[in-house]
């Protein structure tokens, strides 16, 4: 499956509204939001999140997304499409990094 194309806007707001605070640190200040996957008080990432903007979120940018956290892209399209909630984000996150 490919990655399907959201505006910028739907990929912050689906990414900020299911980042649990227990893995992603908190944001570094920058032009857009730098988060630092940590998990047992390993580094298993880092993700940046596009600014809210009505531009189209294009398909090499969500592929560097989801290999940040090593996702698929289904997963990616199921995050953004709001069919993955946030516990279950999280989850796949912990597994696909711990395999």
Do not use: W
């Not at 490919?2 to 912050?12: D, P, R």
């Not at 969500?62 to 709001?82: D, F, G, M, P, R």
């Amino acid at each position: 499956m490919s990655f399907k194309e959201f505006t910028e806007s739907e990929v912050n707001k689906s990414f900020l509204k299911k980042i649990d605070k227990d893995i992603f640190g908190p944001p570094r200040n920058n032009s857009h939001p730098i988060y630092k996957l940590e998990y047992k008080g390993t580094v298993i990432g880092i993700v940046r999140i596009p600014n809210p903007y009505k531009n189209t979120f294009i398909k090499r940018k969500a592929k560097h997304l989801a290999e940040s956290i090593n996702i698929t892209s289904q997963q990616y399209n199921e995050i953004v499409s709001c069919v993955l909630k946030k516990d279950e984000l999280t989850k796949v996150i912990i597994n696909n990094n711990n395999s």
